[in-house]
């Protein structure tokens, strides 16, 4: 997350590794009680999305994410 200046939020993730979600066709999503700065940062708040928006692809684009 950047304000055009400078990083204000920033989350560095590899797939497949550590936890982070990784499936194609799902959306990583990050936990509708984890939106900060620091929850962002652990694997475990992050999930595959289970919401189909546009089959057979999962996500919620615009829209709040679920918990995970």
Do not use: F, H, M
């Not at 939020?9 to 194609?24: A, F, I, K, Q, R």
């Not at 799902?26 to 984890?34: E, I, P, V």
């Amino acid at each position: 997350l950047s304000d055009g200046v400078r990083d204000i939020d920033s989350v560095v993730y590899l797939t497949g590794s550590g936890g982070w979600p990784s499936t194609e066709g799902k959306a990583a999503q990050l936990s509708n009680d984890a939106y900060d700065a620091t929850s962002n940062d652990t694997a475990s708040n992050w999930c595959n999305a289970t919401a189909v928006y546009s089959s057979p692809n999962y996500g919620t684009p615009g829209s709040v994410n679920g918990p995970c």
